[in-house]
């Protein structure tokens, strides 16, 4: 029988309530939890598809070992894989000391997860090289809140974004990375019109379309416009004196410091107008309640500390902090980030909010955990960790949860690191990820809808998840790894000593963990499993007793810091890195796709999730491709200073001439090359050791493979991706997607100069089923060309076009038709860009993935005059999760209406 599990989704930090439809054994679908207070029942278009990911040909079933690096991992068991790295960590740590070893954990995790691995890490251990992938996310706004307000704590909750007169979106496609509280904003915005939106984003994104006033900084010049902008509300007198004098520090050296930034200078600086940055300054310095909002185009840069620092600067000079509406307000990027933070899952922290490099701090956790002291040596960052194990410094390495063989800057050096360390542990749900590749051993892990435990979204607020299934095969829940791991290793370093893991369940970790909060500043003392479970998701802190959670923080002007003032920082405006120059004239910046998410580990194994976008493309602007006399479509090679990537371009107005946009996702398993982080950079921030991933310097430069080839083929995808993959190292380019809907298929895109071996075709044919069977065949050795069709049940199945690929479009709209009748099949080999008497449709992209509504369809629409309540009406684009509406407007505002006489 059916049954429906609370729980939430596992991408953004929105933290929206998910219900989990499943037989107790399969999840069967999800919606929205009308009762979460996040989401009130909406999902976007990526937690709405939850259910359509996690293909089992992609999970981890079994542990996997191998005793070399030259040998092919092999099924284990649980006992013997553990056991097996427990001598390995014991050795290591007896052999080279505690620091040797390192733990690069996850956003992803559940609270209960971090705790485990913390504990694991700091007390049994002894060391602080235990990271997160939260240093790619949002360190600099753990840096930013502490050092201004005191503590890390957004003080804000998504009431505020409704209730703002004025919102300043900086660094954040907000309609594509936090879907639902931008659909919230929407709606908002249309109750209350005079509800003011500014967007400060080097690209016109799809965030923009809500946006009175849309500032194009030049990259990375943020905190010049917070300086510029704070010069002018000091001019203008928009400021709140009562509130400086009352609850603040360090005024006088700001107000001194943003004199030198005049409208003019800072304009000059940021490529904006005077007039822009007028306009800006008096809707924050007018507006009765002011909220900022911010994600990684603040926090990814090596200023990511001073940007939000001058970002929280606005908020003390105009006292817009600490009610409703107003305040700072951070969107954290993963699930659990925020957990993260709290259980102290970055080198530098301890439980609790506490500091590793505190004394106290050290001999309270340590007290609480019953052990003699915690390691005071500094632990290793995300990027100078991976330096280390490349230098031979670590010489074990627990990964969980996270793909840095995708995610990190500079992959060329985060590959080999992985290649060179002697032990690799990768506990991990899908087993398909690029880091997979290096484990020496693999251990599955249970995955969204299969584990039970807690999570903080970006507005502080812990809900309870529950499992619904349970996990496949031998995969079991992260702490339970952790824990079982952990018992295994003090046999060998603490011997006959009490356990420190002797949890039966996530609830016990839970209950250890609160008390490491009671009376800091997140205090969740006053939460349990069951208090969440009557009275729903709470925002922290939450103490023993509280009746309620603490929906905003701040509001007696008091802060966390030795004064009890939030603190002005003067920090002076710091350029990018790597400025444009001769050899790298443009500034690549990365960013998100809608329907994807991160490294592509889960939303990699949705067909669906392809359909907006199907595979990496550079945008450039349409001068830059003038005056670099490329074509759409064309393939370029993208150069920076520590690798390249080829790619096709694009014309994208969206961007401005001098700079790029590449989205973040791609790795290798999608994309030769190592993906979109072999171009980025790994400089850091100096406080929040943040890597600047969104300004690298690139040139882009034609390339010429003529020889092309493009393959389609339905059915067992992940299994065919994972055995053609190999296949394509060959190739200049290849690309490989997913595409369809209810029959998905594994399409391949790719490129070289020269036609490769007739031997290296026919075993790609082998595995893409076109070696025997109906297959229509044509070949042409001397000019390298050849194609095969195979067709079942009358409708095309698997194709492959090489050495000539003009029917490609069409083919694939055929198959996706699932048409081939005979007056057609004579035509499928010959090289047509258009199919005879137009019988087949190209099929193109997605623009509504709900609906299944392309973005032909929507402009054909539109140039027979319908609005945008005529498309919803007529095609039903937009009227389920709500992603498409933005990408909706922006072609009704571009797209000419032709309505006939
Ligand atoms: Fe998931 Fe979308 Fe909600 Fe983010 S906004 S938590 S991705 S449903």
Redesign the pocket.
Known sequence: MNQTTAST?C??G???GVLIEHDGEQILGVSGDPSHPA?FGK??S??STLHLTGDLDARGLYPELRLGKALARARTDWDNALDHAATVFAETIREHGPDSVAFYISGQLLTEDYYAFNKLARALVGTNNIDSNSRLCMSSAVVGYKRSLGADAPPCNYEDIEQSDCLLIVGSNMAYA???LFRRLEEARARRPDMRVIVVDPRRTDTCELADLHLAILPGTDVALFHGILHLLLWEGWIDRGFIDAHTEGFDAVKQLVRDYTPGIVADTCGISVESLQACAEMIGKAPSFLSLWCMGLNQSSSGSAKNSALINLHLATGQIGRAGAGPFSLTGQPNAMGGRETGSLSNLLPGHREAANAEHREEVAGYWGVDGLPANTGLTAVELFDAVRTGQIKALWIACTNPAQSLPDQNKVHQALAACPFVVVQEAFFTTETCAYADLLLPAASWGEKEGTVTNSERRVSHVRRAVPAPAEARADWAITSDFARRLEQRLRPGQPSLFGFANAEALFEEYKGLTRERDLDLSGLSYALLDQQGPQQWPFPQGAAQGTSRLYGDGQFPTASGRAQFLAEIYRAPQEKRDARYPLTLNTGRLRDQWHGMSRTGTSARAFGHVEEAVLSLHPDEMRRRRLLAGELVKVRSRRGSLIVPVQADDSVRSGQAYLPMHWGNRFLKGLGSNVLTQPAFDPLSKQPELKQAGVEVDKVELPWQFYALVEGDVQQRLSALRPLFETFAYASLSLTGRERPALQIRAASAVAPDAALLAQIDGLLGLDEGPVLAYDDPRRTVGKRVRIEDGRITALRLAGETAARDWLKGLWSEGKADAELRRWLLAPLSTPPGNSAKASGKTLCNCLNVSESAVCAGISRGLDLDGLKQELKCGTSCGSCVPEIKRLLATNPVTVSA
């Open positions: 989704c991408y953004c929105v933290g929206c989401n999902l976007c990526k937690g936090h879907p639902v």
